[in-house]
């Protein structure tokens, strides 16, 4: 079983950056091959899926609202996946987890991230 850190967040004012990791440990053949996945979910709101990048990375997808703000990407050889958000807005203020694409690993804590002036 693989089990996943997240971290990185913060509170950052509006029109700035952050970059989230996630950290794989466990069963890490399962992580390497697996299409790996940026979720959040803000207050009062269903997790979401935001982001996701196949297993070699040769893939991302993103929904409308981070398209052109937010960045996955992943690096197998240290078994962790991040996220560079910029451009972020109040909007983008949740906590932000990992996962497959098909959500086969138990969540993580999370990482808290609040965009505030």
């Known amino acids: 079983q693989v089990q996943v850190v997240e971290s990185g967040g913060g509170l950052v004012q509006p029109g700035g950056s952050l970059r989230l990791s996630c950290a794989a440990s466990?069963?890490?053949?399962?992580?390497?091959?697996?299409?790996m996945a940026w979720y959040r979910q803000a207050p009062g709101k269903q997790r979401e899926l935001l982001a996701s990048?196949?297993?070699?990375?040769?893939?991302?997808n993103y929904i409308d609202s981070v398209k052109g703000r937010f960045t996955i990407s992943r690096d197998n050889a240290k078994d962790t996946m991040y996220l560079q958000m910029d451009s972020l807005a109040p909007e983008d203020t949740a906590v932000y987890y990992c996962?497959?694409?098909?959500?086969?690993?138990?969540w993580g804590q999370g990482t808290r991230v609040t965009v505030s002036a």
């Open positions: 990048i196949s297993a070699i990375g040769g893939t991302t």
């Open positions: 466990g069963s890490l053949f399962s992580f390497r091959i697996n299409t």
């Open positions: 996962n497959t694409a098909n959500q086969l690993y138990r």
